[in-house]
């Protein structure tokens, strides 16, 4: 495994069409070091100078920007945010997807908002659930303690969809850069989630 610097790792998430802004997480939040809403990106450039100024930032994403939505399973405190996100499918099903663990043991489910606007909740849809989309951000592989479990995504379009109904909608417009899609550019996996 060769090691790569945060910066190199974020300017890698860019090129994948992943909006990047620099984080600092300590064990009680997550403290955004720039305007993360409005000056996340996806330039090279920029993310490497910001990780110059703070060498030791972890890797913000801003989920709605990029088009994603991550489901968070929470198994701090007494959670059980798998069982809960279990409960709440009812046998429901969604696509496998990467995954991320994170410092406290608990899980980041990937998936892409293609054209939907997901509703960033905290315990909604169970009290270990936490939901990032829309207004939200998350913690990306690169940054300490968060991992890719198995793989990691080389593209966007390697990320799976997130089939429409499963999850709340936001009552926002979408941020994502999916707002305008051809569905005939996806494949059948994906528009099987729509």
Not at 32 to 46: A, F, H, I, N, R
Not at 79 to 89: A, I, Q, S
Request: overall charge negative; some cysteine.
């Amino acid at each position: 495994m060769s090691l790569r610097s945060a910066a190199d790792v974020a300017a890698a998430y860019a090129t994948m069409g992943i909006y990047i802004f620099p984080l600092k997480v300590t064990d009680e939040q997550k403290m955004p070091l720039v305007k993360w809403g409005t000056e996340s990106t996806t330039d090279p450039d920029t993310i490497r100078r910001w990780w110059t100024i703070w060498p030791d930032a972890s890797i913000g994403v801003n989920c709605g920007k990029s088009g994603l939505v991550i489901v968070d399973l929470d198994v701090k405190e007494g959670k059980d945010g798998p069982g809960d996100w279990e409960k709440y499918l009812d046998g429901r099903e969604v696509p496998h997807t990467f995954k991320v663990r994170t410092p406290s043991g608990g899980w980041h489910g990937w998936y892409r908002s293609v054209g939907v606007a997901y509703k960033t909740s905290r315990g909604e849809i169970g009290p270990g659930v936490d939901i990032r989309s829309h207004g939200g951000m998350a913690v990306a592989p690169g940054s300490p303690g968060y991992t890719w479990h198995g793989e990691a995504p080389l593209s966007l379009d390697d990320i799976p969809v997130m089939p429409k109904g499963v999850l709340p909608e936001s009552n926002g417009t979408t941020g994502g850069h999916w707002r305008e899609l051809d569905e005939s550019t996806l494949d059948l996996r994906d528009r099987a989630a729509l």
